[in-house]
């Protein structure tokens, strides 16, 4: 069965510092892999997926993620973090088979520190 | 740009009564989901549901849900007999494709007492 792994659960950086953010999947295929982002009280919005091609994707609010396939990695990272991205971070997998659920990791809360 | 909703955005009920939470996908989506999401736990999938028919469930989905699209815009998830371990927020989603990107709608925060 499919599955991910968020090893943090807390993180907290100072504003206008580095990140990056943990995410380890369990795939038999090719995954399909996403970041969504929850603020408080809100839904799950899209910051960024990875479905085949340029191992380096692009996402909404400056972040980025990197699939390594070596690894069965997908790590978040955005270069200089902003106090608005406090929120919690999921890592999330498709299956490509069947009813295309989507296997949550456990998510990390950021903390961004002024 | 177009987005799911969903309603109401809050609902408290009393235990063994029947909950339908509504939701309305992206117009031209094909594909439509359940999620849940305990206070403070990781989000569950419950259930994807594609021409007409459930797709597939989880072991959460038993009989005490359903689904339905009942018409060409709605998509709603009916508890038939609220238990406390079903308060959650439950989210919907919509895709226009199998394995594409699901968009999600705000939440429905249920609270049975």
């Known amino acids: 069965a499919q599955s991910v792994t968020q090893p943090d659960i807390h993180i907290t950086v100072s504003e206008g510092a580095s990140l990056e953010l943990r995410c380890n999947y369990s795939y038999g295929a090719t995954p399909y892999l996403f970041w969504y982002v929850q603020s408080p009280g809100q839904g799950l919005q899209l910051l960024l997926k990875y479905f085949s091609g340029d191992t380096l994707v692009q996402g909404i609010k400056g972040f980025e993620a990197e699939f390594k396939r070596s690894q069965s990695s997908f790590n978040l990272r955005k270069p200089s973090v902003h106090w608005s991205d406090a929120a919690e971070y999921f890592c999330?997998?498709?299956?490509?088979?069947?009813?295309?659920?989507?296997?949550f990791g456990t998510g990390t809360q950021l903390k961004v520190e002024l | 740009e177009p987005e799911v909703t969903q309603t109401p955005s809050h609902q408290v009920t009393q235990m063994g009564q029947e909950v339908i939470l509504r939701c309305v996908p992206i117009s031209n989506h094909l594909y439509f989901y359940w999620y849940r999401q305990i206070l403070g736990q990781k989000v569950e999938f419950l259930v994807s549901f594609y021409n007409n028919e459930i797709s597939e469930k989880s072991e959460i989905f038993d009989d005490q849900f359903s689904v339905e699209r009942p018409d060409g815009s709605n998509f709603t998830l009916k508890i038939r007999s609220t238990k406390l371990e079903d308060s959650a927020m439950y989210f919907c989603?919509?895709?226009?494709?199998?394995?594409?990107?699901?968009?999600f709608g705000p939440g429905t925060r249920l609270l049975v007492l």
């Open positions: 999330a997998v498709v299956s490509t088979g069947g009813g295309n659920k989507l296997t």
């Open positions: 989603a919509s895709s226009n494709a199998g394995a594409e990107t699901q968009y």
